[in-house]
């Protein structure tokens, strides 16, 4: 970006194209010049006359005029400089991984890789916020603490399995461990994202006293109800005939999230397909925005002095060239 501090300095540019009228005026009106007779040519024979390269010293002259008006006007390059502030948000990934979630009505993948799916999509729109993983099952354990680096925390994502946990639904111990990778955290808002497709059946802790414990810890949680209504196709893989299917019932403790979600101030959701969990993470993404201020200033560079070095260069050259090489002979 390029400015002149001074600008009405450039209106001295108009007598350039004045100058080169005169100039070009006396060149047609010169008449002939007299010869003068010599003793001895002996002292100029070694002499080059410059007069066929009159017409370079004005167009010198000419330009160390235009760099000293425009250094006078005080160019000047700026660069667009920005300070943002971020309010950043903390949010802990709590995802469950008990069979059940190789339920395959999240066509047409199977509820565990629907989550997955939809989990990363959410983590690459995120910009700076810090997000972890906690994955549950009869019990539950973090699989990547809060981070900014979303690469390793994807990564991590990839590797959750089921079976990777005995099996059973510890939504209490869940909360638990993902409220105490929040508890300390000085962010504006620290968030739980918690997905299951069951009921309590395990841990020593009550889903809704972690609730609670997270509540005073000022920690909003989103749950998440996983499986159409009804019953969903389960895969068993049998010795003798492969893989089957069978209908299981749809069993979601609707009660027990939508007052984990009030207790909290967050809100519960319920997926029946992956279009629905889908809209449910854009739905909390709006719902968690980072606060982002951004203040944009321009910093400006002087850079007169070039063109004042540069002009008195031309001057100083024209005087020298005039001088010597380009000298007029009488």
Not at 40 to 46: A, E, H, S
Request: proline letters at 4%.
């Amino acid at each position: 970006m390029w400015r002149f501090e001074d600008p009405w300095w450039l209106l001295l540019g108009l007598v350039i194209p004045l100058l080169a009228l005169i100039y070009w005026l006396q060149n047609r009106r010169k008449v002939r010049s007299g010869t003068l007779v010599y003793s001895n040519l002996g002292p100029v024979k070694g002499i080059r006359n410059g007069g066929r390269y009159r017409h370079a010293m004005f167009a010198l002259r000419s330009a160390a005029l235009a760099l000293l008006i425009v250094a006078m006007a005080r160019p000047q390059a700026g660069q667009v400089e920005q300070e943002i502030t971020t309010e950043g948000i903390d949010i802990v990934l709590t995802l469950d991984i008990s069979s059940s979630m190789l339920a395959e009505d999240f066509k047409p993948h199977n509820r565990l890789e629907a989550a997955k799916v939809v989990a990363s999509d959410f983590i690459k729109g995120r910009t700076s916020d810090r997000i972890g993983l906690v994955v549950f099952a009869a019990k539950s354990f973090t699989q990547c603490p809060l981070t900014l680096d979303y690469g390793i925390l994807l990564d991590f994502i990839r590797q959750v399995e089921i079976g990777m946990i005995e099996d059973g639904t510890a939504i209490g111990m869940a909360i638990a461990t993902a409220a105490s990778r929040l508890k300390d955290s000085k962010a504006e808002s620290k968030v739980i994202i918690l997905l299951t497709d069951g009921e309590n059946n395990r841990g020593q802790l009550d889903p809704i006293t972690a609730a609670k414990v997270a509540k005073a810890f000022g920690i909003r949680i989103y749950t998440v109800g996983m499986g159409r209504k009804g019953e969903a196709l389960y895969p068993v893989d049998h010795p003798i005939f492969g893989r089957q299917y069978r209908r299981v019932p749809v069993k979601i403790d609707e009660k027990m999230l939508k007052e984990i979600a009030r207790l909290t101030d967050g809100k519960y959701f319920r997926a029946t397909d992956k279009s629905s969990l889908d809209n449910i993470f854009k739905e909390i993404d709006q719902l968690e925005k980072t606060k982002i201020e951004v203040e944009e200033y321009t910093r400006y560079e002087e850079l007169f002095p070039r063109f004042l070095l540069a002009g008195l260069g031309l001057v100083f050259l024209e005087i020298v060239v005039s001088n010597t090489r380009f000298r007029k002979i009488p």
